[in-house]
């Protein structure tokens, strides 16, 4: 988790998804990229770096349109020169640098990834909503289902990202998320002396026996010796997440997905209950 992507619409919530990224590439010794995505009228001719197709302002096509995104495009270096002098105060070790794209987000994501050999992308989420749309709403959706790294969403400030608990929650039973298991050794070396919480949440009445031996397994299995299970009863995966990770205070959720439908097939079975969003903690999604 050295190089990191950080996806900026300028909104509070960028800024927190900025300054957790800042703290996590100043303990990785990594870099930062940050990407804005500009959404150009369709008259506009413009190449996609930013700027007209033929090197100066056109003479037909988007008239005023062009006008107008030569005069966005200076307010957001603005805004953009704005954030890396910002950065250079708080983190002068970290190297950060910035993108400005006119192709879709999805496009402009994986053509960042791959420029700037990407590890990890870094995003703001809004909203006081469900859990379900708090992970799949909007943006934050298209990235958890598409992004081509792990998705770190933030929601609110992160102060110095002082990360003590982690909480995986997974259906250990059913599959095995290799991927998470990667995540939290990488995430080991960064916050060493954080205690890892494996989550399985279960039906009121069923038997907790079967998932506290399938976390052991797991753990032994991917040599995590700092990580324990952790099994409650709840009618739903979402409400058990939601209550275990404000009793256990965590300051990090680690949640498997699956690429084309988003979630695991154990959290999309119920996830309608709202949670406490407003405490809730960063979210880091790792593929399956």
Not at 142 to 171: E, S, Y
Not at 184 to 194: I, N
Not at 216 to 231: K, N, S, Y
Not at 242 to 251: E, G, K, L, P, V
């Amino acid at each position: 988790m050295k190089n990191l992507l950080v996806l900026t619409d300028f909104s509070s919530e960028s800024r927190y998804a900025f300054d957790g990224a800042l703290q996590l590439a100043r303990r990785a010794g990594g870099r930062v990229v940050v990407l804005h995505v500009l959404d150009l009228p369709e008259t506009a001719n413009f190449s996609t770096y930013g700027g007209p197709v033929s090197g100066e302002l056109p003479n037909g096509g988007g008239g005023l349109d062009d006008v107008f995104v030569l005069r966005l495009l200076r307010v957001i270096k603005q805004r953009m020169h704005r954030l890396l002098d910002d950065a250079a105060g708080k983190a002068p070790n970290v190297l950060v640098t910035d993108r400005v794209s006119t192709k879709s987000l999805s496009e402009a994501v994986a053509e960042t990834v791959e420029q700037d050999d990407i590890d990890l992308i870094v995003m703001g989420a809004q909203g006081h909503t469900p859990l379900e749309h708090f992970l799949l709403g909007s943006n934050t959706e298209r990235m958890v289902r598409t992004a081509p790294r792990p998705v770190l969403a933030i929601k609110h400030p992160v102060g110095a990202l002082a990360v003590q608990r982690i909480v995986m929650p997974a259906d250990f039973v059913a599959e095995a998320p290799t991927a998470g298991a990667d995540s939290l050794r990488a995430l080991g070396q960064l916050y060493p002396e954080a205690a890892v919480h494996l989550l399985q949440v279960v039906k009121p009445g069923a038997d907790k026996e079967r998932a506290r031996l399938a976390m052991a397994d797991f753990a032994r299995h991917h040599q995590l010796p700092r990580a324990h299970p952790v099994v409650v009863h709840a009618a739903s995966p979402a409400a058990g997440i939601a209550a275990y990770a404000d009793r256990a205070d965590a300051d990090l959720l680690l949640l498997p997905t699956h690429g084309r439908t988003g979630l695991s097939r154990w959290l999309q079975a119920s996830i309608a209950e709202r949670v406490a969003t407003h405490a809730f903690p960063p979210v880091l999604t790792v593929r399956l």
